[in-house]
């Protein structure tokens, strides 16, 4: 009995193993946009590339890697656009050829994240491995302070300085952004790295002590941001009030940019005449263009990916964070509900039994 114990064990460790070398990345077969490093790869893919990288070193057969997992392909997903700028991959040391490898790179526990420099000489020898708790929220702010930290900058770094007064924009990108935010916001540097890669699209951040722009788009709410078409028309979208998030700002970027390469969008938007220039003081009322004019067109399909997706994501993990809605807060979610036509969906039809 004993010894068949032991053989059914080993039987099942075999065939783990056997799985696990087959699989370039388990846990993560599923997530396309991250790179899937191995020991032939990981030294020349941090060595020769002109971009910053984040590693996560994991063994898939650990716990806390498993579940890590579920955060990590979050973080790989909603930084895809950063690649440009620093690239996202993992190695799975559970392998025998990998295993070697993270020794030598010396890891000594699961899971280990590393930044790496772009062209790192010596990524056996990493001095940024991030020692934070692990979440999605602090693993893109590592990111991000490992982007700004580089001095100097390589030159086709994006930069995070903050909009100065007087500043002459002379930008050949069909749009330039404003990002309108509070000092501890990272909205703006998150929008810059997605869009660092898109030479259509130019973002600046502006602080809210930017008196002079802030009047003269006559923002009210932070962040907000301003979408200027060719520098001569703009749109102002605010967020703060319902916390929109990033994905929501993308959105609205992406189909202002649409609405440019769209003949047919784009004289629809020049009917509404918004004109506005940049200056270093704020510009006579007669000048300032309303800034809440809104463009109505019908959406893409991307934007409609990305809509579905983000009402998805409130009310599969948002709202059922809350043990309890009530108030307000439950006359918020039903109107919500309500506008999303509930006779469309194989749910009982009134909203309260569907929020039940």
Not at 236 to 241: H, T
Not at 302 to 324: C, F, K, M, P
């Amino acid at each position: 009995m004993q010894y068949a114990l032991l053989w059914g064990l080993l039987l099942v460790r075999l065939a783990y193993v056997t799985r696990t070398e087959q699989a370039g990345c388990a846990l993560y077969e599923d997530v396309d946009e991250m790179v899937c490093l191995d020991r032939l790869l990981i030294t020349p893919s941090l060595t020769l590339s002109n971009t910053s990288w984040i590693v996560e070193f994991y063994s898939s057969w650990c716990g806390h890697c498993q579940h890590f997992a579920p955060t990590w392909k979050e973080i790989v997903r909603d930084t895809a656009a950063w690649s440009s700028v620093i690239r996202v991959g993992a190695i799975d040391c559970a392998k025998n050829d990998n295993f070697q490898k993270c020794t030598e790179y010396g890891i000594k526990g699961f899971p280990t994240i590393n930044f790496y420099n772009p062209g790192d000489t010596n990524p056996e020898h990493c001095e940024k491995q991030f020692l934070g708790t692990r979440s999605f929220a602090d693993v893109k702010s590592a990111m991000i302070q490992h982007v700004e930290s580089l001095n100097p900058p390589p030159p086709h770094w994006p930069s995070f300085n903050v909009l100065a007064e007087g500043l002459d924009l002379n930008s050949g990108s069909l749009l330039v952004v404003f990002v309108f935010e509070t000092d501890n916001s990272s909205l703006g540097k998150e929008l810059i790295l997605d869009y660092c890669g898109d030479k259509s699209v130019q973002v600046y951040r502006v602080s809210r002590q930017n008196l002079s722009l802030v009047k003269h788009y006559s923002i009210l709410e932070f962040p907000s941001i301003v979408v200027m078409f060719n520098m001569d028309r703009y749109q102002v979208f605010s967020g703060a009030s319902i916390e929109v998030p990033r994905s929501h700002f993308k959105t609205l970027i992406t189909g202002a940019l649409n609405s440019i390469l769209s003949p047919v969008a784009t004289k629809k938007m020049s009917a509404h005449n918004m004109h506005s220039t940049v200056t270093s003081s704020p510009p006579a009322p007669a000048s300032v263009a309303p800034a809440r004019r809104r463009l109505i067109q019908w959406p893409s399909r991307g934007q409609i990916t990305d809509i579905l997706g983000a009402i998805s994501y409130a009310l599969r993990r948002e709202v059922t964070l809350h043990n309890i809605i009530s108030g307000t807060a439950y006359s918020a979610l039903l109107q919500l509900v309500q506008l999303l036509d509930p006779s469309r969906w194989t749910c009982p039809r009134h909203p309260s039994h569907w929020v039940q």
